[in-house]
């Protein structure tokens, strides 16, 4: 039977005994989730004058966090989450703390792109940790809809402020107070979060993995989750790069984040009606048709010929992010062992960065040597071909493939 999340079930969510502390602790965690990557982007442009070297540090920080994600998900899921954030953070601060030593001191690129992968591969994880905190404290049903919808929608939030703030740290006199600032916001958020009564005492039951190299994605519904994840980061990475192009090309630079902003705002937005009443009902269904509808709403971009109307599309686009977002979160619960919950987010956040990076990859090409319009519709492709594969699959994502079936998520 399928449950939706009302208002009650947010506030209820929010108020569970257990949660307020490590919610708020992750919030001041999760915030500057976008503004870490960005201001060092920004910093060691600023810095060395080369947009070059600060893409190429920006790429290596993203590889580390693919990484990062999915081994101390892994840990975490053995050992609990307390002891290694706290490890990952204080190694997190000073691995960033050398990136602006080497950066104020002009140290060749080779140097920064191997700063940048540490610092990737150190972020704490709040966000993995935070999720499975909330399948632990809520139980089975809307309440638990309610509290996984609330990590998306919030995680658009932060991805909404993080680089507005980071665009405005960057006109004070230092270039690095932007990445000193994010920094300094992780740190503290991920130590009260670790230091929190219910992440400190809480110990995973020992279990045996025996799903080898790959963990989770041993699981079949794993995989197709994962496919679906990097269909979405594929198809948000051509629109990234697309859309500051086309601010470019209309002669207002600077509109280009502004426009990239309002994607995210109507995704909060929708974000919270979707959770009240989601469709599909059925989850393996969602995840195909999300994607597709997605993918079909991403082609109206081709069609502004104003970035007023550009505007207007884009709202309309945004608002497939979150509940996308929110269903990915919600079919972990279907798709893998419970044991290992912190980990299947991480190989999430790993599939939707290697979507990101192959969609600003080939959008960039489209951009440069065909037209802006190419990357919008060749999206649309990439996008409703990485939905027919995870429809093709969709009997992977059920009651009856569940690795634990006493723990199905309501929304199935």
């Known amino acids: 039977m399928s449950h939706s999340a009302g208002l ?27 503004m870490v990557g960005f ?51 204080a190694l997190f601060g000073v691995f960033v703390g050398l990136t602006i030593v080497a950066t104020e001191s002009g140290a060749p690129t080779a140097l920064l792109v191997v700063l940048g992968v540490a610092v990737g591969t150190t972020e704490p994880v709040v966000a993995s940790a935070s999720r499975t905190m909330w399948t632990r404290v809520t139980p089975v049903g809307p309440i638990r809809d309610a509290a996984l919808a609330y990590e998306a929608i919030s995680m658009e939030v932060f991805f909404i402020l993080g680089p507005a703030i980071s665009g405005l740290l960057i006109a004070l006199p230092w270039p690095g107070t932007g990445l000193a600032a994010a920094a300094l916001c992780m740190i503290l958020g991920s130590v009260w979060f670790a230091m929190t009564h219910t992440i400190r005492t809480h110990r995973p039951e020992p279990v045996e993995h025996s799903s080898g190299l790959l963990g989770p994605l041993a699981y079949p519904g794993m995989r ?48 919270v009606v979707y959770g009240i ?14 994607l597709a509808a997605f993918a079909v709403l991403v082609a109206v971009l081709a069609i502004p010929t104003t970035l007023v109307w550009l505007a207007v599309a884009l709202l309309l686009v945004g608002t497939m992010v979150t509940p996308q977002a929110t269903t990915h979160s919600a079919a972990i619960d279907l ?25 600003q990859l080939v959008s960039g090409q489209l951009v440069e040597h065909v037209g802006i319009w190419s990357s919008y519709l060749v999206a649309t492709g990439v996008g ?16 009856a493939a569940a690795p634990n079936p006493r723990a199905v998520p309501a929304m199935a």
Do not use: K
Request: charged share 10%; hydrophobic share 55%; net charge positive.
């Open 8 to 34: 009650a079930d947010y506030r209820a969510a929010l108020t569970t005994p257990g949660a307020r502390g490590p919610a708020l602790a992750s919030v001041l965690g999760r915030l500057p989730v976008a």
């Open 39 to 89: 201001s060092m982007l920004l910093y060691i442009r600023e810095t060395t004058g080369s947009y070059a070297t600060a893409s190429l540090v920006s790429a290596g920080t993203l590889i580390g966090l693919a990484i990062g994600s999915v081994g101390q998900g892994r840990i975490m899921d053995r050992v609990g989450a307390a002891v290694p954030l706290l490890i990952t953070t």
């Open 224 to 271: 197709t989750l994962a496919i679906a994840a990097m269909g979405f980061g594929a198809v948000i990475g051509f629109v990234e790069v697309a859309v500051p192009a086309a601010a470019t090309a209309a002669g207002n630079t600077p509109a280009g984040g502004l426009l990239l902003g309002l994607l995210s705002i109507s995704s909060v937005l929708f974000g």
């Open 277 to 290: 009443r989601p469709w599909p009902r059925a989850l393996n269904l969602r995840l195909s048709a999300l």
């Open 335 to 359: 798709v893998a062992p419970s044991s290992s919950a912190t980990e299947a987010f991480g190989w999430i956040i790993t599939a939707v960065t290697l979507g990101l990076a192959l969609g």
């Open 384 to 399: 409703l071909a990485f939905a027919a594969v995870v429809y093709a699959r969709r009997a992977t994502v059920s009651v």
